[in-house]
């Protein structure tokens, strides 16, 4: 194997701080991992660390590998590793340590270990992490598709599976049509519910209803909360995967049902919500923030797209020296996951 390998570096907010840097390639220690990376997949967060910063350590000691969601094969395992063995294909967990349960911190210190920043992340040919970080790759999936999972398909699942007990026959609406998003949809019509997809992109709602999306509504065209009020008679929606956050949040606590449950999970809109008391109060809507998910539920996850041959959906794939393609393409609004393939 060899003893030299390519990996991204960020020592700073800006794209043009950012190197593809020659490191050596890492040796597992005790409970360690090493990876031989397949592939890693981009998030909106992944941008907002490179153009603004976001997440990056104070003071920055070192440059931060960035990205979260890697595929891989262990190539080696250091001493009292017992969850995998060489020739394992796995994939990360994006908040290391949160095994099941609760999560980690306190109400004065939350937890903010992510990989990709403020920890080290995975767009490198090779990779180290602890073997509580990682779980089985989906035996059905290849690599470039396995590495979508950890964040976006997780953060859907937990909304709405995890957390939000979907029930078949439920409505489900999902705004927009990135990673959670159309990972939300594909789960909710898993559990048979009816899915309402919002967009401004007449293509892309074409494409949603193609995979199984009930509606697509053009919040360019209409008001997507009258529209909800119409496709369900008045209802409401019982599930809403909030992915715009800010001042957005009213209009899903309006299109929300009577005990309907709003995850928030964007910040395109801003880092601070805001929303109508009275729609909140009257209709006793549960709205609840997810940090993605813990490592239990990712691999419920897997044993569920294994079990019903579940595709994600990807976009578009870039080779590794065209990262900063990548992240342009995340800018111009994916559809589904944006994926660089590393090995």
């Not at 899915?195 to 992109?201: F, M, P, T």
Request: aromatic share 6%; charged share 20%; glycine share 12%.
């Amino acid at each position: 194997m060899t003893t030299t390998m390519k990996r991204w570096a960020l020592s700073g907010a800006g794209r043009e701080i950012l190197k593809l840097v020659e490191a050596e390639v890492p040796t597992p220690g005790p409970g360690e991992i090493l990876i031989k990376a397949a592939a890693a997949s981009l998030n909106y967060r992944d941008k907002l660390l490179v153009d603004l910063g976001f997440g990056l350590p104070t003071p920055l000691t070192e440059p931060v590998t960035p990205l979260s969601d890697l595929s891989g094969t262990v190539v080696a395992v250091g001493p009292d590793v017992t969850r995998f063995s060489a020739g394992d294909r796995v994939i990360s967990t994006f908040l290391p340590g949160w095994i099941d349960g609760d999560d980690l911190g306190t109400a004065r210190n939350p937890n903010d270990r992510n990989l990709g920043a403020p920890m080290q992340g995975v767009l490198a040919e090779y990779v180290v992490l602890h073997e509580d970080w990682a779980v089985h790759a989906p035996s059905k999936l290849t690599g470039l598709q396995s590495s979508t999972l950890p964040c976006a398909a997780l953060t859907a699942w937990t909304a709405l599976v995890e957390r939000g007990k979907l029930r078949a026959g439920q409505t489900v609406v999902v705004i927009g049509t990135g990673g959670v998003s159309i990972f939300g949809m594909q789960i909710a019509l898993l559990h048979g519910a009816k899915v309402i997809v919002v967009s401004g992109d007449d293509e892309k709602l074409a494409r949603a209803k193609e995979l199984g999306a009930h509606h697509g509504i053009n919040r360019q065209k209409e008001d997507w909360v009258e529209a909800v009020y119409r496709l369900t008679n008045d209802h409401g929606a019982d599930h809403i995967l909030e992915t715009v956050g800010g001042t957005h949040l009213d209009k899903s606590l309006r299109a929300a049902a009577v005990g309907g449950r709003i995850s928030l999970i964007g910040v395109i809109d801003g880092f601070e919500v805001s929303g109508g008391f009275v729609a909140f109060a009257r209709k006793r809507v549960i709205v609840e923030g997810i940090q993605v998910g813990h490592r239990r539920a990712l691999e419920d996850l897997v044993a569920a797209f294994d079990l019903y041959g579940v595709t994600p959906v990807v976009d578009a794939v870039y080779k590794m020296a065209d990262f900063a393609e990548a992240l342009d393409h995340l800018d111009r609004g994916p559809f589904g996951k944006v994926v660089v393939e590393i090995g």
